[in-house]
């Protein structure tokens, strides 16, 4: 602690849930959530995690056994409820003995029943108060409350509103999600409720990311309102940054043009943005927070310094907002 008055929220509910130094627990972004970025994030102190998205098994496996080899510290795995693989992930991460999973973009009803009897820390990503209640009811350990402020797959409603409303509603930790890049947003988070925070697109500007240097660039470059969200009439809404990809994708809702056109366009595009660096047709996934941030730093000091600005916000508010 570098001040003497004040609540340490280092040493709380989620930090000693996961058994890590701060309660931040890095996206489960496909594609972007290797061994690499999982290590790195905690060997800061967080918790890392690989997204198991639709990797094959045995690319899965080699990924965790990397991470174990990049750091000796918790890290976990994200689970996508939609994947076709989501059952062999599920059995790759029992075997492997992963010790920490997040779900998202789906119930995760299957993951809590396979792997809660297990021992798994399991921590599911909602956007609504009646899945976080489910989760609950389900033997969920904490979940992620995300706000449509984040990039990817989103929900309907802000993290300012839906923060607050999902702490009321449950009784395990909350975790929130969407928007939250520096001490800012976690000072943020932690006023309305929350006992951690999870952090995605800052962590795409990390020295140890894997994503193209465009890719990187890209986030770095973005502004205000780069961001647009596509493919709500497909049930399925995605933010992601403005370009050819995006303006298409609104031609086809001006179209009313059906739910394959968006599948067959949106088809590998993921990949080609980071694997790739085409940053005109790929999706470039990344939150509303993008344009505050400015450069690519090491994990580890992005960490250390959310955590640091937090705890000084935090002490010094009163003295701000009181007269
Ligand atoms: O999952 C995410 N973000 C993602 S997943 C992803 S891969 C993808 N790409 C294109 C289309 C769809 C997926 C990219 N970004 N965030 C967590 C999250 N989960 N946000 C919203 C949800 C969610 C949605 C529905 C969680 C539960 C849920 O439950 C539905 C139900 O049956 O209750």
Redesign the pocket.
């Known amino acids: 602690m570098k001040h003497d008055s004040g609540a340490n929220f280092r040493e709380n509910r989620v930090t000693r849930l996961l058994g890590c130094e701060y309660p931040i627990i890095q ?4 594609w972007v959530a290797d061994a690499a970025l999982a290590a790195a994030v905690s060997n800061g102190g967080g918790i890392g995690i690989i997204a198991a ?1 639709n990797m094959p098994p045995h690319l899965l496996e080699a990924e965790i056994q990397k991470a174990r080899s990049l750091t000796g510290k918790p890290f976990g795995v ?1 689970i ?3 994947s076709s693989t989501v059952d062999d992930v599920i059995r790759i991460v029992a075997e492997q003995e992963v010790p920490i999973v997040t ?6 009803g299957k993951v809590l029943d396979a792997l809660k009897p297990r021992g798994t820390i399991v921590i ?5 108060v ?2 976080a209640k ?1 989760v609950e009811k389900q033997g969920a350990d904490a979940v ?1 409350a ?1 706000g449509m402020e ?6 309907e409603i802000t993290t300012m509103a839906l923060v607050p409303q999902i702490t009321d509603a449950v009784e395990i930790p909350v975790i929130a ?1 969407g928007g939250i890049a520096d001490g800012r947003g976690a000072a943020a988070a932690f006023a309305l409720g929350a006992e951690g925070i999870q952090v995605g697109t800052r962590f795409v500007c990390t020295v140890e990311s894997t994503v193209h240097p465009a890719y990187k660039e890209a986030v770095v470059g973005a502004r205000d309102r780069s961001n647009i969200i596509t ?1 709500r009439v497909t049930g ?1 809404p ?1 933010r992601c940054l403005k370009n050819k990809l995006t303006a298409k994708f609104e031609e086809l809702d001006r179209e009313g043009a059906p739910i394959e056109e968006y599948e067959k366009l ?1 088809a590998g595009k ?1 990949r080609a943005a980071v694997v790739e660096g085409d940053m005109e047709w790929g ?1 470039v ?1 990344a939150g509303q927070i993008s344009a505050l941030i400015g450069d690519i730093r090491p994990t580890a000091d992005i960490i250390r310094d959310i955590f640091d600005e937090a705890e000084r916000i935090l002490n010094e508010l009163p003295g701000k907002v009181y007269r």
């Open positions: 996206g489960g972004m496909a998205a994200n996508m409820m939609m779900t998202g973009a789906g119930s995760p599911p990503v909602i956007a609504s009646a899945q489910r992620v995300e984040a990039g990817g797959h989103i929900g999600a493919g399925h995605v949106g993921l999706s996934m």
